[in-house]
Each structure stands twice: as structure tokens, then as C-alpha cells.
């Protein structure tokens, strides 16, 4: 990547703080400041829809969901690598949205809000005495939408068989990385979100986002190394 | 950047191309109608899943004393958490012949030692067609896990706290009833479709391809969609929650259901109170 998308975006600035939800958007805290949609966001909200999000117009609501929920499902799991968690987790985001939507600014997209969300209640459950004590490596098995649609695929069965362990491999390799190397690379190379951004809502400084992916990445590589070639 | 493209080692591009090359994960059409049935309504509910909620100490950064401190924590929960433990589950029977799946590892149903080994709280067992696996945590729970059944074995509730156990069925049926030693405790069920909870009660869970039917024998099940409210299945009754997102169903408990359930209810008498069968 070469450049990255949203890079003068700046986060609410609670975003990073314990135990809190992060704000809604807000024009104030930052001017003009917006987040690129990154993979499967197809749209952004306009004014007027956000205007009635706030009013909680089910239409409006239900614009919101289409736009948002895939992203956010997707980045849930891939942080979590469980399937079932991630949908406990992706409620638990819409349910804060649900109750939040009357301080949303319709001037702001609310996409890097969702994501806030999103990585807070991952980290929640990572540091839960539950999840610690259960946690278990996620896998494509795991996930029977996504074995159906591999398994539905047209072409070689050999290549598919490759393709299918391929992935397996990789998400093996990411659910093994620590809780904050694993977000520092789904967060960038899956949710689209710059170092900066990430910094702003892991709570870290700028550089120590870029450190912390990149030590990911070498992580990464050096686990993929010898299962992937 | 740090990492520009052409600084990156190959191990590294390797790396970032793999994770790219990833597909998006999709979620369940039925979880992703429910979810948004319930957003759009304004009665979407909180999960109840406790591992999502915050954990009720966080270590202050740079704490020097953090190590000691964490080592005594560690012993005295290991030490709690010991004597809190309920009793683990036991396989009682086992009928039919086949291989059984057990954390992904083929058991074959004849090895019963082997069975009795591998099968414990939080075990996905898979149990093959025509045949039959029957679980008990003495006290506490009798589980009979029907042939054709994918599941996750729940905890076993504690004797004083953490008595909030969760399991999973993605396919086929579960028979469960409840002891004494259960009181107070809470089994939460999950299913592709519905949410159950069961605080004390005999009830089936049937995991079907158009939704999930749970059978309530004796006392009451709270039954519900996934990411949907939760109503009150009282004893004789059955509720149906159907996996397109259609409104769930109630009716009277499944004929087929009425025996299994009253002989499994005989048993638990029978194996887990020291009374005899009726």
C-alpha cells in the first residue's frame, strides 16, 4: 500500500479511552475530517438520511445497516476469528448504535464511529477472563457461509483444495498473532484504516501504530513462511 | 511509510498479499435478517454472551509491582476456581456403531475410554446418524445427544459463582434435564437460528434446516431469535424459530418428544438423586 486512505482523518478523541464508548461523529471535534469507506462500505449515507437516522426513521435505520453491517461483521470476525462471537459482538456494536443514533451528526459519516465500536468490543472481549480462558483459533470451517461459498466454487478441485488450505493457513497464522498485532493488521490491510487512525483509537502514538504493524507483518511472514510456499 | 512496497522483505509482501487475498467474512443470512429486524424495530437487546462484556479489572500501566501481585492473584483464583468447579461430565452410554467426531478428531463410538477422555465442557462433538451419546455432570445435568448432532458440550455450572454455562447446537438434537445441583445456575443455548436459556427444566433443542424447535417437558424455557426478544416457553409447549427471519410459532410439545423427554426425566430420578425410576 502505498498510500492510504483517510490519513488526516482524526477520530473522536475519546475514542482510545477505557471503559467508554466512543462518541458519535461530530463536526466539532473535527472539521471537515472524513474516512475513506474501506472494503464493501459501496456508499456513504447522505445529510438527509442521517438527519433521519437521528430521528430514528426505520428506513433511514435500515439504510444504515445496509451500508455498515457487512464491513463491520467482517472486520469482527476477522479480529475475533469465531463465528459465533462475531455475531454476539456485531449486536452488541448496532445495539450501542441503536441507542447512541439521537447524537449522531448528520454532517459526519459515521463510519469511522461504527468501526470505534467495533474494535472497543473486540478488545473488551479479549481482555474478558472468559475469552482468555476459551479462546480458540478461528477457521474457515468455523464459518459455514463461507465453507459453503469455497465449496460451491467452480474449477479445479485440486486448485480449489490449495486455494481452501491456503486461507485456512493465513487465518490460522493471524488468529495466532497477539491481540494487538493481530488488530494492527486487520484494522490497516482489512478495514482500509490508516496508522494514524489506528493510533487514535488503539490510544497509541502515530509511530508506535506504524511499529506495531510492522512488527505484525514480520510476525506474519515469518509464520506463513515455510506453510505457504 | 515504513513499510512501502518496496521495502517490504518477501516475507513480508508474502504476508500483506495473503491477507488481501482473503475472502470477507459473510455472515449467516437468517443472523443477518434477524439483526437488522431487531435494529430497525429500536428493540434490539444487548447480547447475553458474558465473554463480550468487559472484564472487571484492568492492571494499571507501568505498575512495577504488577508481577508478585498477578502471581498471588493467579494462585488464589486457581486455588477458588478449584473448589468452585461443579463436577465434570461423565460419557454414560453410548449406542450405536460409527465414528464420532470430537474436537475434529475421529472417536470411534465402540472406544468408550477413549470417549470418556476427549469428551468434556466445551468439546464439539459430532455424533453420527443412528446413533446416541448420553453426557451427566452428576447434580447437575443429564444431556443426551441425538445421532446426526453437531454441538458443543456446555460447561458445568460452579457451586458458588461463574454458574452462567453456555453450549452450542448448529445441527440435530440435544435431550437435557436438569438436577438439584442446577438451581440457580443457567444454561444459555445458541442455535443458527435462536437464542435458549434454561434455568431448570427437562426440554429437546432440535436443530432443524428451516429453524430450531425446542420442546419443553417440564418447566420453563426462555426462548427467542437470534438478536430477538425472548418469551416464555411453558411445559407441554413447544416454539418454533425459523431460520428465514418469519415470526417464530408456538404449538403444543411434539408428540415424538412426550416419551424420550419422560424417560430421561426418569432417569436423572434415578441416576443423580439415588431414587428409583417411576
Redesign the interface.
Known sequence: ??STPGETHQPPSSVHD??REPEPPSSASAPGAETAPG??EARRLTREELERVKA?D?EA??AL??VH??RI??LI??LLGE??????????V??K??RAAHRIDPARDPGAWLVSIAYN?CR??W?????RM?RRSGSIDA????SS??EARDGNPADQFEAEE??RL??EA?SRLPDPLRSA?VLH??AGLS?QEIAAMTGTEHAAA??R??RA??Q??????ES?? | MTHELETLSDDERLAREAIRDLPVPVATPAYRAALKRAFVSGHLTAPPRAASRPGWFAWPRGWPGWAALAGSAALLLIVIQGANRGPRWQVTSIAGQGVAIVDGLPVPMNHLDEMRKRVGAGARLRVPPGCQVELMSPGHMIVEVMGGTDATVPGVPGRWFWRTVEGEVNAGELRITTGSAFHGARLAIATPSAQIEVTGTTLAVICEPEGTCVCVFDGVVRVGPKAGAMESVEHGKRRYVFNDGRDPESASIRDAELEPLGELEDRRGEMMEGREAK
Open positions: 500500500m502505498t477505557l471503559g472494503p464493501g430514528r426505520p435505520l435500515a445497516f445496509e453491517f457487512d461483521y467482517g470476525h476477522r463465528r459465533s462471537l462475531a455475531e454476539d459482538v456485531t449486536q452488541e448496532f445495539y448504535v441503536q468490543a473488551d472481549v481482555r474478558s477472563s472468559a475469552h476459551g464459518d459455514p457461509v463461507l461459498r469455497l491456503r486461507r493465513v487465518v493471524i493488521i490491510d482489512y496508522h506504524r511499529k504493524y510492522s507483518l514480520v506474519l511472514g515469518a509464520s506463513l513462511k505457504l510456499r
